[in-house]
């Protein structure tokens, strides 16, 4: 996976209230995601919507270069997908 972040814009939000707005691109591999959930055996959709949600994070500054960063990024992303399961 790979992120691409724009450049921040402050937009209004509410009133005098503003904030930064960011978004980006986000390129994932899907032969390379079907090799990763191959080796943690789960299906390679499920890869692909851990890819997507580790990518938003990183575009919303995220970071995981240091081990905590990794743990707390990956524990996240773990919360994040299994409040989707939830609708499921």
């Given at each position: 996976i790979m992120t691409f972040p724009y450049e921040p814009e402050t937009?209004?939000?509410?009133?005098?209230?503003?904030?930064?707005?960011?978004?980006?691109?986000?390129?994932?591999?899907?032969?390379?995601?079907?090799?990763?959930a191959e080796e943690e055996g789960w299906e390679t959709a499920d890869e692909i919507l851990f890819l997507i949600c580790h990518?938003?994070?990183?575009?919303?500054?995220?970071d995981d270069g240091a081990p905590g960063q990794r743990d707390a990024m990956l524990n996240r992303q773990r919360e994040i997908l299994g409040s989707f399961r939830q609708f499921g």
């Open positions: 937009v209004p939000v509410a009133d005098d209230d503003y904030a930064m707005a960011q978004g980006g691109d986000i390129v994932i591999s899907v032969e390379q995601a079907a090799v990763n990518g938003v994070l990183h575009l919303i500054g995220w």
